[in-house]
């Protein structure tokens, strides 16, 4: 009796933990009912074609005329594929994109369209879980699509990145940043890769002299986090501080950090680099307030939305350093008009992910106007005649002036880094 | 000195696990269950916190009372709902039964708050102990849950052993059908075992949450796996073993995460559960139960 219920408890206890590592791992959620509000949403571009003259206001009358979906103007419809979290972990990611390429296509659509086509973009939700980032570009396909605008996060483009190209299907990654994203011919990008993102913040660290010690913490069992902290190791050998400290940690053991911070602190580092998303950076930036441990931290684009995480104390990412290319402050014009839509429409300041969404937008409209697409083109041509135009364009974007990728789908552009200061993004 | 630092961090993070530890432990002893949904009552116990204090604004202390009654009530419908008609049932239906319950509670809280992550009020709003002149920080929480779990390990012992309900509770576990054939209330003592593990459930969620102050649907999965390793290694249906049990736990994992590799922290956790069983089946302090034949 007593053996029998030994290895009921032992099978028990290693059913459970194999469960449970699906289930963090996901951070999933039931979440059918917000993908279809985003879809709706989105839909209100669809009448964009007799309103177009109207301007981009005219969008919440557009609503009432969902069904004016197969109208078509002159030239048609392209239909444009947003993936990316509306809801879950990285939901501020998400929303951010959908909203800033969504601002790009009613401008867009505002002066006209792409060739004269109208342009449609229909965002899925995928919750930051690879496997339901293919679910939504099965639902994509399903409604037409021609181009997609996606992943947001590494792992989901890189899921999707295996079925377009199977299916020929341009994408274009707004802030897909691992290397494999663009491991296709058919994938481009428009935010830094990560080797990309490592590299440039230990050359920004040591040019500005901002450390003599630096400290890593980052998340081993991330494609994201261990990219970028790789080649930020590599590069570090040629700066003027050093790493002293380095501390990994988990998916499933997210949530403690005092040894990682205790290790930092001890090795006596003066900043500590932290490549990972926001939700883990706002815990740990709370237990090293709380273990007096004061030091300047810096980051990637990940760190940015630690100001949207619910219930945080904002005064404590007071100087948080984090290197991005885009800055909301920017005075350039077309920062300052960006910046004023998102705030009048959505009510808050645009963070990178919208600047990025907004760029996608514009790039596959350079492209596609380089390229001569039209609405009744195959995928497969628009494709191929994408991905030659791709590497022939120049895109003055939010992220970037004069970006210009080559055929390997990376962007050539400049990083900028923000600091936070009273509780907004600041450019340094 | 780190080592000091990592020490403390350890009970601190055992802390936890040792006030988790002990409702498991408590339901395993008197029913003989595994009652996997602990760890997810555990997370409804923060939510319903989150919910009363940074939600309305409600005082801290009335919040955790607030949160007990919820957890209690929770886990006596469980009970009644979905372990009580299967008592005649192999235990093997029963644990699948409890870690169905489990799916069902953290995809209830995915739909009702959604599946961001919440970061909690420490409601432990006492000043840190600073010693050495700052270089060691001992957070109030940590004192709190050692304090919180040394009392309730004390109470929960003293209750099994001096009160009529409890001494009914020892009877349930050692043998059902002689305790109803002595008159007493099965069913009633089970139900009464469930609503003192699930209103634990609630306390170490908040402390918990307090400690860890982030807040998802997933938050109770792996601590509750994770105590109930403590509740094995110290010898699963033992009180003090659970207290034990989790602090040695909390200590191994940070010790481990510090001085091995910080991502082995939970292999080696999980070896330790292998191993102990392999070695000490009973746990370090589990009583073995001589069967009659």
Known sequence: ?428 | MSFVAHLINGVSLGSVYALIALGYTMVYGIAKMLNFAHGDVIMIGGYVVFVTVSGMGMNPLAAIIISMAVCTVLGVTIERVAYRPLRGASPLAVLITAIGVSYLLQNIALLVFGSDTKAFTNVVTMPNLELFEGQLIIKSVTIVTVIVSIIIMVGLTLFVKRTKIGRAMTAVSEDKGAAQLMGINVNGTIAVTFAIGSSLAAIAGVLLCSAYPSLTPYTGSMPGIKAFVAAVFGGIGSIPGAFIGGILLGVIENLSKAYISSQLSDAIVFSILIIVLLVKPTGLLGRKIQEKV
């Open chain 1, 1 to 428: 009796m007593k053996k029998k219920m030994l290895s009921l408890v032992l099978a028990g206890a290693m059913t459970a933990v194999l469960m449970t590592g699906c289930g963090s791992g996901n951070g999933s959620a039931d979440s059918g009912s917000t993908a279809d509000g985003a879809a709706t949403e989105t839909e209100t571009t669809e009448a964009g074609e007799t309103e177009a003259a109207d301007g981009a206001a005219d969008t919440e009358n557009a609503e009432s005329a969902d069904d004016a979906q197969a109208a078509g103007g002159e030239g048609g419809t392209l239909k444009i594929g947003g993936i990316g979290p509306l809801t879950g972990s990285a939901a501020v990611y998400g929303i951010a994109t959908m909203n800033g390429s969504q601002i790009a296509v009613d401008e867009i659509n505002a002066a006209g369209g792409i060739n004269g086509m109208t342009v449609e973009l229909n965002f899925q939700d995928d919750e930051c879980d690879a496997e339901k980032s293919v679910n939504a570009y099965n639902t994509l396909k399903d409604w037409g699509v021609q181009v997609i605008d996606g992943c947001v996060t590494s792992a989901c483009s890189i899921a999707v990145a295996d079925k377009t190209a199977q299916d020929n299907i341009f994408q274009l990654t707004p802030s897909g940043s691992a290397v494999d994203c663009v491991a296709n011919p058919n994938s481009f990008r428009v935010c830094f890769s990560d080797p990309n993102q490592g590299a440039a913040s230990a050359q920004y660290i040591g040019e500005h002299s901002l450390a003599t010690k630096v400290a890593v913490i980052y998340d081993s069992s991330d494609v994201y986090s261990s990219g970028i902290y790789e080649k930020f190791a590599g590069e570090a050998a040629n700066q003027s501080f050093e790493i002293v400290a380095t501390g990994a940690f988990t998916a499933d053991n997210k949530t403690d950090f005092s040894v990682q911070l205790q290790q930092a602190k001890d090795a006596g580092a003066d900043l500590v680099f932290l490549p990972i998303y926001y939700n883990e950076a706002a815990l740990i930036l709370t237990q090293a307030s709380s273990m007096g441990f004061d030091v300047k931290f810096f980051g990637c684009d990940g760190l940015d939305g630690i100001l949207g995480v619910e219930n945080f104390d904002a005064t404590l990412a007071e100087g948080v350093m984090l290197l991005t290319p885009f800055a909301a402050d920017a005075t350039d014009d077309l920062t300052v008009s960006f910046v004023t839509t998102y705030n009048e429409k959505f009510g808050e300041t645009p963070n990178q992910f919208a600047a990025d969404g907004y760029d996608a937008i514009y790039t596959i409209k350079a492209a596609a106007e380089k390229a001569n697409i039209t609405a009744d083109m195959s995928n497969e041509d628009i494709c191929n005649a994408l991905q030659t135009a791709m590497t022939e364009i120049t895109v003055d974007g939010l992220t970037g002036a004069g970006i210009t990728w080559d055929a390997s789908g990376e962007p050539t552009k400049d990083p900028k880094a923000v600091v936070i200061k009273d509780g907004v993004y600041t450019a340094m």
